[in-house]
């Protein structure tokens, strides 16, 4: 088990490892991203076995959280687990083709996320969407979760929030945990994790990778990436250190970020992250500092 960096989860008093799982990766049995259940259930083994303390999942996830239960129900105690709700879940839900958030599709979420993982409690719940402020608001979707959290069946109450909404989502006082996209080649809500943590929100990033090094991650090279090679973040590379490796350094370099959930099953790969994680962390602060200053000059920037 490796030695991994934790953070206080705001004001959850969670303390989760700084390099958290995201099983959106064991989704499907089927086509170009395929698992087996054999290599879920090794992939989320691994993961506890390496000290990763917080997954991450959905509702909408396919396969995966069905897959969450049938690994590593019988290992409950050493994760905290983040789901979500929104996410179709009732007859009306699937009809209405995107994410509602009544009364009734919130709680079936929740009940059916708790039997598929095999659990008696759900750390987290974040609202799925980001939805606007006016649309909690009318569905009542706060008070709701306020209400299963009062039955046990969830622990704090979130949000998977993005720009604009996220500031209207600060403002309103009743999250516990956002997660947000981010890493050096989406810096838009670098501000936002700042301002959600000194509010006491906890900050869960997604992204940090930016989906890995196209070519090596399995994934198509996506434009993204090329803001790598415009900012020749290249020459500051350690020896021997790959570019998603250098990607996730700067993520776990911002010091508001408490967690960040890293999806792969490649097992080769969350080794490598997690040695990432374990031994190398943050960057130094000059080499934070110059990333930050060549990203700038090529129009890579924070908002906030």
């Not at 009809?95 to 979420?109: F, K, L, M, Q």
Request: glycine residues 10%; hydrophobic residues 35%; aromatic residues 6%.
């Amino acid at each position: 088990m490796a030695n991994l960096p934790t953070a206080v989860l705001g004001r959850t008093g969670l303390e989760v490892t700084r390099l958290g799982y995201g099983a959106m990766e064991l989704r499907s049995d089927d086509g170009d991203r395929a698992v087996s259940d054999e290599q879920s259930t090794r992939a989320l083994n691994a993961v506890l076995d390496a000290g990763i303390n917080f997954i991450d999942t959905s509702v909408d996830y396919g396969l995966s959280e069905e897959r969450i239960g049938k690994a590593i129900s019988h290992r409950r105690d050493e994760f905290y687990i983040a789901t979500k709700c929104g996410c179709p879940a009732t007859p009306a839900a699937f009809e209405a083709d995107g994410h509602v958030y009544t009364r009734e599709n919130i709680v079936a979420a929740v009940n059916q996320s708790l039997r598929r993982m095999k659990t008696d409690r759900l750390d987290l719940v974040q609202f799925h969407g980001s939805p606007a402020k006016s649309v909690l608001d009318e569905n009542e979707a706060i008070e709701t979760l306020a209400g299963l959290r009062d039955q046990g069946k969830i622990r704090f109450i979130a949000s998977s929030s993005s720009l604009p909404n996220i500031r209207d989502h600060i403002e309103m006082g009743v999250f516990d945990a956002f997660q947000i996209p981010y890493s050096a080649l989406n810096r838009d809500h670098e501000g936002v994790i700042a301002q959600s943590a000194e509010a006491g929100i906890g900050t869960v990033i997604r992204g940090g990778v930016a989906k890995g090094e196209p070519g090596v991650s399995g994934v198509p090279r996506q434009e993204t990436w090329e803001t790598f090679d415009d900012a020749g973040l290249g020459e500051l590379l350690e020896s021997g250190e790959s570019k998603t490796a250098f990607i996730l350094r700067f993520t776990l370099s911002h010091p508001d970020m408490h967690t960040t959930i890293v999806g792969t099953q490649n097992l080769d790969h969350l080794e490598e992250n997690v040695r990432v994680a374990a031994m190398n962390g943050a960057l130094p602060d000059d080499v934070y500092a110059e990333a930050k200053r060549r990203l700038d000059g090529v129009g890579e920037s924070s908002e906030g």
